[in-house]
């Protein structure tokens, strides 16, 4: 189903079953969230949207694998519940499963490296290509074995452009979930430029893969659509920003809110705003 932010617009948000989505990356695997579209293209690319929880079990992410239509209300609300029921699985040559752990303790000390350590990231980049090339790696999702739902509503003031999401993890079991994220993301391609209060401004690679938000409010522009999306700081959760565009195996630009699972619910408005 699609609902457009404004009134008169060719600019519009998309939610759909994992099934029809085509995109290349290995995210495509995955349930997304609100995806924005402009001039009949979308901006998603590898991000995973609007509003898509994810939860950590110590430092397994389990990712959404479905979703279903819960409510609707016709160009104003949107009820879903996803399915969180994947997790991330590498495999080499021949699609055959790494089972290797000094390969994947390497694949991790690299990941978090390359977040941790700005100066490093064009240079482990070159690395983990090399790796990927050499060792025939691709990252896939299989079934976790864990399967719960997270229900979030999306309420839509197309004159505004603002969306009020509200994300229910109640169903979540505590004793397992260690962190909940909520993601905002769309394309590295078409997002490239980062402002928040305090004046800050970034482009490109100087906008870190997950760097803390302390300012009030943040955002990511894009040039090409005249278009930005706007998240506030909001009560018990931490707002991260990010940035990735490698190869084919990497385009997203957004934020998370992560926060405890004993919170359970949280809420905010995510601004779309055009660029004059």
Same mark, same amino acid.
């Given at each position: 189903?699609?609902?457009?932010?404004?009134?008169?617009?060719?600019?519009?948000?998309?939610?759909?079953?994992?099934?029809?989505? *085509?995109?290349?990356?290995?995210?495509?695997?995955?349930?997304?969230?609100?995806?924005?579209?402009?001039?009949?293209?979308?901006?998603?690319?590898?991000?995973?949207?609007?509003?898509?929880?994810?939860?950590?079990?110590?430092? /397994? @992410?389990?990712?959404?694998?479905?979703?279903?239509?819960?409510?609707?209300?016709?160009?104003?609300?949107?009820?879903?519940?996803? !399915?969180?029921?994947?997790?991330? !699985?590498? @495999?080499? %040559?021949? %699609?055959?499963?790494? *089972?290797?752990?000094?390969?994947?303790?390497?694949?991790?000390?690299?990941?978090? @490296?390359? !977040?941790?350590?700005?100066?490093?990231?064009? +240079?482990?980049?070159?690395?983990?290509?090399?790796? $990927? *090339?050499?060792?025939?790696?691709?990252?896939?999702?299989?079934?976790?074995? +864990?399967?719960?739902?997270? &229900?979030?509503?999306?309420?839509?003031?197309?004159? @505004?452009?603002?969306?009020?999401?509200?994300?229910?993890?109640?169903?979540?079991? /505590?004793?397992?979930?260690?962190?909940?994220?909520?993601?905002?993301? /769309?394309?590295?391609?078409?997002?490239?430029?980062?402002?928040? &209060?305090?004046?800050?401004?970034? /482009?490109?690679?100087?906008?870190?893969?997950?760097?803390?938000?302390?300012?009030? $409010?943040?955002?990511?522009?894009?040039?090409? %659509? !005249?278009?930005?999306? &706007?998240?506030?700081?909001?009560?018990?959760?931490?707002?991260?920003?990010?940035?990735?565009?490698?190869?084919?195996?990497?385009?997203?630009?957004?934020?998370?809110? &992560?926060?405890?699972?004993?919170?359970? $619910?949280?809420?905010?408005?995510?601004?779309?705003?055009?660029?004059?």
């Amino acid at each position: 189903m699609e609902i457009a932010v404004f009134p008169s617009s060719d600019v519009y948000l998309k939610l759909v079953p994992v099934a029809e989505n *085509r995109s290349g990356y290995p995210t495509s695997h995955l349930q997304k969230g609100l995806v924005l579209i402009a001039n009949g293209e979308e901006l998603a690319e590898e991000g995973v949207g609007f509003g898509a929880p994810v939860v950590m079990l110590g430092l /397994q @992410t389990i990712f959404p694998g479905a979703v279903r239509l819960a409510d609707w209300k016709e160009g104003r609300e949107i009820t879903a519940v996803f !399915r969180l029921n994947l997790k991330e !699985r590498l @495999t080499g %040559h021949n %699609h055959r499963l790494v *089972r290797s752990q000094s390969l994947i303790r390497i694949k991790h000390r690299l990941e978090e @490296t390359y !977040r941790r350590i700005p100066a490093t990231r064009r +240079w482990l980049a070159l690395l983990s290509n090399g790796l $990927r *090339r050499g060792f025939g790696l691709q990252i896939s999702y299989e079934y976790a074995g +864990w399967d719960y739902p997270v &229900s979030a509503r999306y309420t839509f003031d197309r004159h @505004t452009g603002k969306i009020m999401v509200e994300i229910d993890t109640s169903e979540l079991p /505590q004793k397992d979930v260690t962190e909940v994220v909520v993601m905002n993301e /769309q394309g590295a391609h078409h997002f490239d430029t980062y402002t928040d &209060s305090s004046g800050t401004r970034l /482009q490109g690679e100087a906008i870190g893969s997950w760097e803390e938000v302390t300012a009030e $409010r943040a955002s990511f522009f894009s040039r090409h %659509h !005249r278009l930005a999306f &706007s998240l506030p700081q909001i009560e018990a959760a931490r707002l991260f920003r990010g940035r990735e565009l490698v190869s084919s195996h990497l385009a997203w630009a957004g934020f998370g809110y &992560s926060f405890s699972p004993i919170r359970q $619910r949280i809420a905010y408005p995510l601004q779309i705003e055009r660029l004059p």
